[in-house]
């Protein structure tokens, strides 16, 4: 459960303080998942191994650029209302709800397997902050749902390397990073003709 904004000295016109914090609480959260998810996508970027290397790596680093652009958004959007944006790395490890990113070293679809559940998470939170701010706040609510056209697209080039031709995925039975990651490397090795040990 993220921590309650103390109420604002001052807030938007309109608002009240109470609901400028409201708000600034569930701006945070959204910060502390946009600084995880730039990191993260770094981290990534670093790690992937194997065929298809270099289309990966550099696919990612993009998405570092917008995702970084959200977090400052989003910590202005909270400047705004009067309240402190908390940006440094004991307030992402502290305010969050998810465990840090599991994969290191690994190939690219299986790093791309386990992207396929951060984005999931990702999206799944910043969907709900949408709409817990759309009656009290619609400034907020567009610039969340401004930003999750553009996040729910990259999720998109995330998946598309994980879609058969029948439009299946083969993280569909994944619910953690390390079973997605395991689907992932199964699916490359499959497709390299390598056989695959099921145990
Ligand atoms: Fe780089």
Known sequence: MARRSPLPR????????????????????RLNA????ALTLKHVHWNVVGPHFI????????QVTVVREFADEVAERVATLGLSPKGTPGAIVEGRTWDDYSIDRADTIAHLGALDLVYQGVIG?????????????????DLLVGQLGQLELFHWFIRAHLE????????DDSTTEVQAADAGSTMSNESAGVEVNSN
């Open 55 to 62: 289309s990966v790596h550099e696919m990612i680093d993009p």
């Open 164 to 171: 058969s031709a029948s439009g299946s995925l083969i993280t």
């Open 125 to 141: 939170s910043h969907r709900k902050a949408a709409a817990d701010t759309e009656e009290i706040d619609t400034v907020t609510n």
């Open 34 to 37: 946009l600084n995880d998810l």
């Open 10 to 29: 001052y807030t938007v016109p309109s608002l009240t303080p109470e609901v400028g914090s409201q708000v600034a609480t569930i701006l945070q959260d």
